[in-house]
């Protein structure tokens, strides 16, 4: 039975009532914790890994709890005390709380901990990480971008060979994403331009959608939003421009119909149903890291929609090339910070 409860209420209940596993013998797999450095309701990549935390509920008949920190460093600690309090097997997203992380999986070294789309290595070598090779579908989404502002038989695209990208803060992953989007539009077209604005927030919905109103008021025909439930904002300045955007994490092309021309998936919620599941039947292995890619289904390009304004030609292009990838005849660059 799935239950998502505030943090605060979770660890005083915890805390009051129950005493901690034992850090010794083989962990039980009968309760999962899920702790997100952010929120549910981003459409995107938080609920995509309630999905998979759902999954697990549902086919285990196990109990699960889901811990929200909303971006507040004060309940990063607390969040981790709760969840080996109350469960041995726990699923992390730990963005700005990595160093809590190893800490606390070096003190409770018999307890599961997998880190979710960041690679996090402990001292005790015992956390896995789950890493998505986003370079692959990014790139997708940026051959995408980059013959839809091509394409200007499709209403409000302009001469101009401009796209945009809005991120919601500067780090490594959303990094990657831009790397490849602008690698993967400019081998459409090596004079594509891509303009980037990073938000520095996450959920500040409002911030995002006036970023990339900036971007269509110079010309960026298409928007690639990679902001969480900030970037929904991008979503909507689409419409109100009556261009074109790009979702990301879930199929985000029916939120707003006709002016989001594809989604880049990441399959979080089944990369967590996947590590649960060998954990199950004894597969698991702590302290690898699991790459997810566009051959394994990780990551992916959709543009199933109600309303679809891309010609089929284009899209079909696109699917080419996705094809190559997974054929191994086109080897996408990965970022490396550098």
């Known amino acids: ?18 005493v901690a596993p034992a850090t010794g013998g083989a962990p039980s797999t009968d309760k999962v914790v899920y702790v997100i450095n952010g929120a549910l309701g981003d459409n995107a990549f938080y609920d995509s890994g309630q999905t ?8 285990y ?6 811990i929200e920190t909303n971006f507040d460093a004060g309940q990063y600690e607390p969040a981790l005390q709760a969840a080996v309090t109350y469960a041995d097997v726990i699923f992390v997203i730990s963005y700005g709380f990595e160093d809590q992380l190893k800490e606390f999986a070096d003190k ?3 307890k599961i901990f997998v880190n979710i789309d960041t690679v996090v290595e402990n001292s005790g070598g015992t956390i896995t990480s789950v890493d998505f090779i986003e370079e692959e579908s990014a790139y997708l989404t940026g051959v995408v971008a980059g013959l839809t502002t091509l394409e200007t038989s499709l209403a409000g695209i302009n001469a101009d060979k401009i796209i ?4 919601g803060d500067v780090d ?3 990094n990657a994403f831009i790397f490849a989007y602008t690698n993967g539009a400019q081998s459409v077209d090596p004079e594509i331009q891509v303009e980037s604005r990073f938000l520095g927030s996450w959920d500040d919905t409002a911030k995002g959608k006036q970023a990339a109103l900036q971007l269509y008021d110079q010309k960026a025909d298409v928007v690639f939003q990679i902001a969480a439930a900030a970037g929904l904002g991008v979503l909507q300045a689409a419409k109100e421009r009556n261009l074109y955007a790009i979702g990301v994490d879930t199929n985000q092309n029916d939120l707003e119909p006709g002016h989001v021309i594809a989604s880049d998936l990441k399959d979080v919620g089944r990369a967590i149903f996947d590590v649960y599941k060998s954990i199950k ?6 302290g690898e890291t699991l790459e997810y890619g566009l051959a394994s289904g990780g990551v992916d390009v959709t543009f199933e929609a109600q309303i679809q304004p891309l010609p089929q030609s284009l899209i079909d292009q696109v699917l080419a090339v996705r094809q190559q990838i997974i054929d191994g005849d086109l080897v996408v660059e990965r970022y490396t910070g550098q």
């Open 52 to 59: 998979g935390i759902d999954q697990i509920a549902n086919e």
């Open 1 to 18: 039975m799935q239950k998502r409860i505030a943090l605060l209420l979770l660890v005083i209940t915890l805390l009051a009532g129950c």
């Open 164 to 167: 945009g990208a809005v991120g």
């Open 108 to 110: 409770y070294p018999n």
């Open 61 to 66: 008949s196990v109990e699960t709890r889901t």
């Open 281 to 286: 039947d004894g597969s698991y292995q702590a």
């Open 172 to 174: 490594p992953v959303i």
